[in-house]
């Protein structure tokens, strides 16, 4: 009643208007400074962190390729190691459009900016420093702007073998103005693509809209966390020349596990693609989808024992799974039908060396499990 009598309101009104406009931005801008100022004066290099947001990723490769080739003072005793070290005395001539000065790009501290800085880039990778203010990304709409497509002529890649997956920027109706740099991430399996050194790469094509001849060319930056299944990428141009087109890019090679079955799939995610005024064009992701064919899989012979599974035929609902080897442990069983769907998953945190699988409601029929242990994979198949 009080609030809502003619009153109260008249009151509200007046000491709105009673804060003149100049007043309150006078406020405004005081507040703006007392931020800023502590941040200029406490800014730091952390070595690879080039956008200082807190951590060094494949967005850094993009400020390094835009501030690439440049000079100025070296800092004082510098180091690349994770520490934070002060800028050099007098700052760079050139800053980055956001206001950050192009000594952060030069990640070893000896004046220019050179591939020695990109490889900080790498030894640091996934540090971290202080508050991080995550990277931005434009996403962007596959009906409306160009996209970062994946491609696979194949849509069933035999266990063990090499997917080949074709990567382009844009199309003939979406095409690309003013590429200088694209970051992204590619996520895969980690369970269905092979734990070896050499299992996820990219090779980037020769004599492309985007690769050109002689010191015209891009190049690559990949840093592949094969336990994650998580692959940072960045491709960049590095000599200040933006180039327009679209099309292919280059290929992946992915090496299948021995013994997969069922479907997979491949996707991008957090793509930025910049110009060389580091301004954002929206990308759309894409992914493919593929299924692993076991009846070509080359299946190592000790894994046709080691596990039993009974009783097959499955007669009630339950069916158990026993590792002969006591010591070793069930992490995941996927269950697949028999045209390689994946049908249900299990991850257990207690790893036993048997587990009893309730599959009730399951209707009659052929079925392979996959059984991920902590010391191999095994495939059985059981009727129901
Ligand atoms: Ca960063
Ligand atoms: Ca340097
Ligand atoms: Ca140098």
Redesign the pocket.
């Known amino acids: 009643m009080y609030l809502s009598s003619p009153f109260s309101r008249r009151i509200f009104v007046s000491e709105r208007q009673t804060i003149p406009q100049h007043l309150s931005k006078l406020i405004l801008t005081s507040f703006v400074i007392l931020i800023q100022v502590p941040m200029i004066l406490g800014q730091q290099v952390w070595p ?10 494949n ?2 490769v993009l ?1 390094w390729a835009v501030a690439k080739d440049a000079t100025g003072d070296g800092r004082v005793s510098p180091t690349s190691d994770w520490v934070g070290q002060d800028l050099p005395a007098t700052l760079w001539d050139q800053s980055f459009p956001n206001g950050l000065n192009y000594a952060f790009a030069d990640c070893d501290g000896d004046g220019d900016v050179d591939d020695d800085d990109k490889t900080i880039i790498e030894d640091n990778f996934g540090r971290m420093h202080g508050t991080l203010v995550p ?1 931005e990304y434009a996403t962007g709409d596959a009906a409306s702007d160009p996209i970062l497509a994946l491609s696979n002529p194949n849509s069933v890649v035999p266990s063990g073998s090499t997917l080949e997956a074709g990567l382009s920027l844009g199309t003939a109706t979406d095409s690309i103005s003013n590429f200088y740099g694209i970051a992204f991430t590619v996520n895969y399996d980690p369970e269905v693509v092979k734990n070896q050194g050499n299992s996820f790469q990219l090779d980037i094509l020769e004599d492309t809209w985007m690769n050109g001849m002689g010191d015209d060319k891009v190049i690559k930056f990949i840093k592949n966390d094969r336990d994650a299944g998580v692959a940072e990428i960045a491709i960049v141009r590095k000599n200040q020349q933006m180039v327009s087109g679209f099309g292919d890019i280059g290929t992946f090679s992915i090496v299948m596990e021995d013994i997969v079955v069922g479907l997979t799939n491949i996707n991008t995610t957090d793509i930025k693609m910049i110009d060389l005024a580091v301004t954002d064009t929206p990308i759309a992701a894409s992914d493919i989808q593929f299924s692993i064919d076991s009846t070509t899989a080359t299946i190592r012979p000790i894994a046709r024992s080691g596990i039993k599974l009974y009783p097959n035929p499955v007669l009630g609902s339950e069916v158990s799974l026993e590792l002969e080897d006591e010591a070793e442990g069930i992490r995941q069983l996927h269950l697949f039908d028999v045209n390689g769907r994946l049908l249900s998953k299990w991850k257990f945190n207690e790893r036993l060396n048997k587990q009893n699988i309730d599959l009730k409601g399951l209707p009659k029929g052929i079925y392979n499990f996959k059984i991920i242990t902590d010391k191999r994979v095994y495939i059985r198949s059981f009727f129901k």
């Open positions: 690879g962190d080039i956008n200082n947001n807190g951590i060094v990723n967005i850094d400020y990277d």
